[in-house]
């Protein structure tokens, strides 16, 4: 079982900065998928950026490309999102996420339904 802990969040002017922080439980840095959501308020969650087990591969969405950068420090049992030039259009409510075999089991690493370990959550506003 794994546990997720995001912190980091709060409120950021347009074109700030923030950092999203997600400590795990366990050492998932050489077997999981782990990955960042986002929900805003009246729209599904969405896929913001995956790193793959060792750090081999990461994915990003096209909304976020060139500015969030997804990282994990494994001695830390960390996972990080360094998020550049925000917008307002970046607000809402992050989520850590893993899974040992998205990929493997067929899933997508955008989709939501592919992973079984979440944390609570940590709220982004930019304005």
């Known amino acids: 079982h794994v546990q997720l802990v995001e912190s980091g969040g709060g409120s950021a002017q347009a074109g700030g900065s923030l950092r999203l922080s997600c400590t795990a439980s366990k050492y998932t840095y050489s077997r999981y998928f782990m990955a960042w959501f986002r929900q805003a308020p009246g729209k599904e969650r969405e896929g913001v950026a995956t790193?793959?087990?060792?750090?081999?591969?990461?994915y990003y969405a096209d909304s976020v490309k060139g500015r969030f950068t997804i990282s994990q420090d494994s001695a830390k049992n960390t996972l990080y999102l360094q998020m550049d030039s925000l917008k307002p259009e970046d607000t809402a409510m992050y989520y850590c996420?893993?899974?040992?075999?998205?990929?493997?089991?067929?899933?997508?690493?955008?989709?939501?339904?592919?992973?079984?370990?979440w944390g609570q959550g940590t709220q982004v506003t930019v304005s």
């Open positions: 790193i793959f087990p060792r750090g081999s591969t990461t």
């Open positions: 996420a893993a899974d040992l075999d998205v990929i493997g089991s067929g899933g997508s690493w955008y989709d939501p339904r592919w992973y079984y370990y």
